[in-house]
């Protein structure tokens, strides 16, 4: 176990066992990451998105400094000298991600969010290769081309025909482009010394919530700003813990353990699990290309897996 971990966690054995399993972490992190699909729909007359986006990571960083005290403060001297990129990291990866995600929210079905995140491991593959020059196999740009299939149908609400006339919903484009900015994160984990610390992570959560102000600021000048319900703060309450704490140290260490490529291809796994949320929990219905999306992507998952799997066996 890393002593980030530790510091967060002494002395139980369980977590040394989850912090080096990278499947397990990934499968939780998609689980948390889905939670977040439905939260931000139902954030919707709850808190307002910016107040959500900012204070998600104010609660964040006051937990780090309850719980990790002794990990900040012998590991924050080390961002001096690195404070541009993990700014650039923290605000692209976190805030305009965020940003995006909860006024998608309000724009857009869970079910559709969730499915749309299905595009950040195209994503993610191609600035690999771009980038990096990591081989793409046969079998697993067919299954991202699967994938995206299903991202198409989502995106379309099963009118391909209107794909010809580019008339999508705005809550799609915006959650298409989070996807973006998301992607460009995992990329630049790639190789970071200390990517998976906390105190590495405490540093993305301040340029986050730094961040995040002046978007706040803007919300509050256009008079858009919700004080939270209950639901509202418990809504909060949740996407600090879980997607945000949780699921993104999580997601860090698997990219640490199995590189960017691999991690985030489990992504698709967040639009299977948000479905199954937003209807189990919210009440949405589930229709038709809903079923055939989710098909598509879960198709391209186990393609692409199975290529993997058989170039590791051959040792590729």
Same mark, same amino acid.
Not at 23 to 48: C, D, F, K, P
Not at 148 to 164: E, I, N
Not at 258 to 276: D, E, M, S
């Given at each position: 176990?890393?002593?980030?971990?530790?510091?967060?966690?002494? *002395?139980?054995?369980?977590?040394?066992?989850?912090?080096?399993?990278?499947?397990?972490?990934?499968?939780?992190?998609?689980?948390?990451?889905?939670?977040?699909?439905?939260?931000?729909?139902?954030?919707?007359?709850?808190?307002?998105?910016?107040?959500?986006?900012?204070? @998600?990571?104010?609660?964040?960083? =006051?937990l780090l400094g309850v719980f990790a005290?002794?990990?900040?403060?012998?590991?924050?001297?080390?961002?001096?000298?690195?404070?541009?990129?993990?700014?650039?990291?923290?605000?692209?990866?976190?805030?305009?991600?965020?940003?995006?995600?909860? $006024?998608?929210?309000?724009?857009?079905?869970? +079910?559709?969010?969730? #499915?749309?995140?299905?595009?950040?491991? +195209?994503?993610?593959?191609?600035?690999?290769? #771009?980038?990096?020059?990591?081989? #793409? @196999? =046969?079998?697993?740009?067919?299954?991202?081309?699967?994938?995206?299939?299903?991202?198409?149908?989502?995106?379309?609400?099963?009118?391909? @025909?209107?794909? =010809?006339?580019?008339?999508?919903?705005?809550?799609?484009?915006?959650?298409?482009?989070?996807?973006?900015?998301?992607?460009?994160?995992?990329?630049?984990?790639?190789?970071?010394?200390?990517?998976?610390?906390?105190?590495?992570?405490?540093?993305?959560?301040?340029?986050?919530?730094?961040?995040?102000?002046?978007?706040?600021?803007?919300?509050?000048?256009?008079?858009?700003?919700? $004080?939270?319900?209950?639901?509202?703060?418990? #809504?909060?309450?949740?996407?600090?813990?879980?997607?945000?704490?949780?699921?993104?140290?999580?997601?860090?260490?698997?990219?640490?353990?199995? *590189?960017?490529?691999?991690?985030?291809?489990?992504?698709?796994?967040?639009?299977?699990?948000?479905?199954?949320?937003?209807?189990?929990?919210?009440?949405?219905?589930?229709?038709?290309?809903? =079923?055939?999306?989710?098909?598509?992507?879960?198709?391209? +998952?186990?393609?692409?897996?199975?290529?993997?799997?058989?170039?590791? @066996?051959?040792?590729?």
């Amino acid at each position: 176990m890393s002593r980030n971990m530790q510091a967060v966690h002494p *002395g139980q054995t369980w977590w040394r066992a989850l912090y080096d399993r990278p499947y397990l972490l990934l499968v939780l992190t998609t689980l948390t990451w889905a939670g977040n699909s439905v939260a931000s729909r139902a954030a919707v007359g709850q808190i307002s998105p910016m107040t959500l986006t900012a204070g @998600r990571w104010l609660l964040v960083l =006051a937990l780090l400094g309850v719980f990790a005290r002794e990990e900040l403060r012998t590991g924050l001297p080390r961002l001096r000298g690195r404070w541009l990129p993990v700014a650039l990291m923290g605000a692209c990866g976190f805030t305009l991600f965020n940003a995006l995600f909860y $006024v998608a929210g309000h724009l857009t079905s869970a +079910i559709n969010i969730s #499915i749309l995140q299905g595009s950040a491991p +195209i994503l993610v593959m191609a600035g690999a290769l #771009i980038l990096h020059r990591t081989p #793409i @196999r =046969a079998g697993q740009a067919a299954g991202f081309m699967v994938t995206l299939a299903g991202v198409v149908t989502a995106a379309s609400h099963g009118d391909l @025909r209107s794909l =010809a006339r580019l008339r999508f919903n705005p809550g799609d484009l915006m959650m298409l482009a989070a996807c973006v900015l998301y992607s460009g994160y995992t990329l630049a984990l790639r190789g970071r010394e200390g990517a998976s610390k906390v105190w590495f992570f405490a540093g993305l959560a301040a340029a986050a919530f730094v961040t995040s102000l002046p978007l706040l600021a803007g919300e509050m000048a256009l008079r858009q700003t919700q $004080v939270p319900t209950l639901s509202g703060l418990a #809504i909060l309450v949740y996407v600090a813990l879980a997607p945000s704490l949780f699921g993104q140290l999580f997601f860090m260490r698997a990219v640490e353990l199995l *590189g960017a490529a691999r991690a985030g291809l489990f992504i698709n796994l967040t639009p299977v699990f948000g479905a199954l949320l937003a209807v189990l929990l919210i009440g949405e219905p589930f229709r038709p290309h809903h =079923a055939l999306a989710l098909v598509l992507v879960v198709a391209g +998952i186990l393609l692409a897996e199975t290529a993997v799997r058989r170039a590791q @066996r051959n040792g590729a």
